[in-house]
């Protein structure tokens, strides 16, 4: 499958020159080994692929016994693989290196050396159980990957077309006009039930079944739970609260996580380790409370108010809707043709989620529930900087709007206190795209353009 990550891939092999080892981070069957195998394949005259989850002890003893003699460390290990390696025009995958720290940490010495590249891929990999007693090598330069986005998605099923046509009508303030429209929105909706795990696009691009495309899932979401158990150790049971609440939390009205509905009187020092966990492992995205919506969102943020979404929206779906096991094909056809009568509020604000972390951007809402003032209290989805910063005017505020009858006290009251601060008001909605009252009104597949 097509990936966007592959250019930066690019970039690191012509930027780098061999001065740097390049760690792909992501969560689990995000596709990771994949695209680097597809790059290794395309770009190098010859590559090795060493797999920490099944290595034999012999090549792991090659980095216990031979980083001081890399002459006799690259004769064996090219001789275990049978691979010749080419100077400059080779290239070394330590393929789940988290797992193998001291691989990790060698990357110093076999940067330092500059025959060949190396790319690392791995999960969990800042967890402390997988940094413990290593030095992490400044030689790294990391990339998060994400979940396929809606383009990839897009690409997967066959179509190049759309989001190039979308785009020009974002760039130009146009709306697309309801046969346009209609038909993105049906590809949209079929990628937010899908999800961008690539095992699950596959599936679906294959079969076009609901019902097989959600066994995939479940088969990650029952992954990611055997992580859980093995590598969140002396915390496991916290992070499994927490992942099993996130749909409960995100069909509240209001988003924000509450620990008390997991345990009354949690606090949050006794969680941090739990949410990190997720985090880091890159199953969640986290939204901050940004108090004060000027210059430097990170700068007024209130870290202890926060949204937990799940990373991939075509999990959060099986996630949610599992009382038998499985979604049933009646769920998704509902879901498909705009019919479910709850929940999609949270499946949408989670998308959304999902496309502005993939597009780099650090998720931040606003919230104030001043309860002495009715014009401060205000609940705004999402907040979003410009790229180039001036002295005024830098915030976006964004509002998610899922169903077709909508109002926008909050985001209104927002204007009125911060239009100092503020660039432009957003609200993404299942509507064509409008200007008007001062407010831009984007179709909800037009997110990644922001």
Not at 188 to 210: K, L, N
């Amino acid at each position: 499958m097509k990936r966007k990550i592959y250019d930066k891939l690019l970039d690191w092999k012509r930027d780098s020159s061999g001065r740097s080892a390049l760690l792909i981070d992501g969560a689990r069957r995000v596709g990771k080994s994949f695209i680097a195998l597809e790059f290794a394949k395309a770009e190098y005259k010859s590559f090795i692929l060493v797999d920490f989850n099944n290595t034999s002890g012999d090549v792991l003893d090659l980095f216990k016994n031979h980083l001081n003699d890399l002459d006799t460390f690259f004769l064996y290990l090219s001789g275990y693989y049978n691979t010749k390696l080419y100077e400059r025009e080779s290239l070394i995958i330590f393929d789940e290196v988290q797992l193998f720290p001291r691989a990790r940490a060698a990357i110093k010495y076999l940067v330092a050396d500059g025959r060949f590249d190396y790319i690392e891929t791995g999960s969990i990999v800042s967890i402390k159980k997988n940094v413990k007693d290593i030095v992490i090598p400044s030689e790294e330069r990391h990339v998060k990957m994400h979940p396929m986005d809606f383009e990839e998605f897009l690409w997967a099923m066959g179509n190049e077309t759309l989001v190039p046509v979308t785009n020009k009508h974002f760039v130009e303030m146009k709306p697309l006009g309801q046969a346009m429209h209609r038909k993105a929105m049906d590809l949209f909706r079929q990628y937010m039930i899908v999800g961008g795990m690539p095992q699950a696009v596959a599936e679906y691009t294959a079969t076009r079944d609901f019902e097989k495309t959600d066994q995939v899932k479940r088969d990650i979401l029952a992954l990611y739970r055997a992580d859980i158990s093995k590598y969140a150790s002396g915390y496991e049971m916290k992070v499994v609260s927490i992942f099993d609440d996130i749909p409960a939390q995100l069909k509240r009205h209001e988003k924000k996580f509450k620990l008390s509905s997991i345990k009354k009187e949690a606090r949050f020092r006794d969680y941090e380790d739990a949410l990190f966990w997720l985090d880091d492992a890159m199953i969640i995205n986290t939204a901050y409370n940004s108090t004060e919506p000027s210059i430097g969102l990170k700068l007024n943020t209130d870290r202890l108010t926060l949204k937990c979404y799940m990373a991939d929206t075509g999990l959060l779906i099986s996630h949610a809707f599992d009382e038998k096991g499985m979604a049933t094909e009646e769920i998704y056809k509902k879901l498909l043709f705009d019919k479910l009568e709850v929940n999609k509020g949270m499946i949408v604000e989670n998308i959304v989620a999902q496309m502005l972390a993939c597009s780099g951007h650090k998720l931040y809402f606003y919230s104030n529930s001043d309860r002495n003032d009715p014009s401060s209290r205000m609940e705004i989805d999402f907040l979003t900087a410009k790229d180039r910063i001036g002295s005024r005017h830098n915030i976006s505020p964004i509002e998610v709007k899922s169903s077709k009858n909508y109002t926008l006290t909050s985001i209104r009251k927002f204007r009125e206190k911060y239009h100092a601060q503020l660039h432009t008001p957003y609200v993404l909605h299942t509507g064509d795209l409008k200007v008007e009252d001062g407010f831009v009104y984007l179709p909800v597949y037009m997110t990644p353009f922001l």
